[in-house]
């Protein structure tokens, strides 16, 4: 399955990357944070811009995190249902999601997140 980019309508071959799946799995086994919307909420109401630069900063590898767990788990499924087309496509979506956040840059100042 290919993506355009967004940028530079160029495909994306995701499903095909060893060093994407290398950065997925390096991911998938760290920790993931129990958060609750309340604790959401309460973070995004801040009006220090610097709690709010890392909570964007938290925000963005705990969302790795998460995805890359999803990845795996999708990958681990019997081949017989990867090999489904939806499926298929349903994880090259997750991948390029996955590869999308990791390449944009960490919010490291005070602008928006």
């Known amino acids: 399955l290919t993506i355009d980019a967004k940028q530079n309508k160029q495909p994306i071959l995701v499903s095909q990357s060893s060093r994407l799946q290398k950065r997925i799995n390096e991911y998938s086994v760290l920790f993931k944070n129990e958060l609750t919307i309340g604790m959401l909420m309460k973070e995004s109401r801040s009006r220090d811009r610097n ?4 909570s964007c900063q938290f925000m ?3 969302f790795l995190i998460r995805l890359s767990k999803v990845i795996s788990n999708m ?3 019997p081949y017989i249902i990867l090999t489904n087309a939806d499926i298929k496509r349903v994880l090259d979506l997750y991948m390029y999601a996955f590869s999308d956040m990791l390449h944009q840059p960490e919010n490291k100042d005070t602008g928006r997140c």
């Open 60 to 62: 963005r590898h705990e």
């Open 51 to 54: 709690k709010q630069v890392r």
């Open 75 to 77: 990958q681990n499924l």
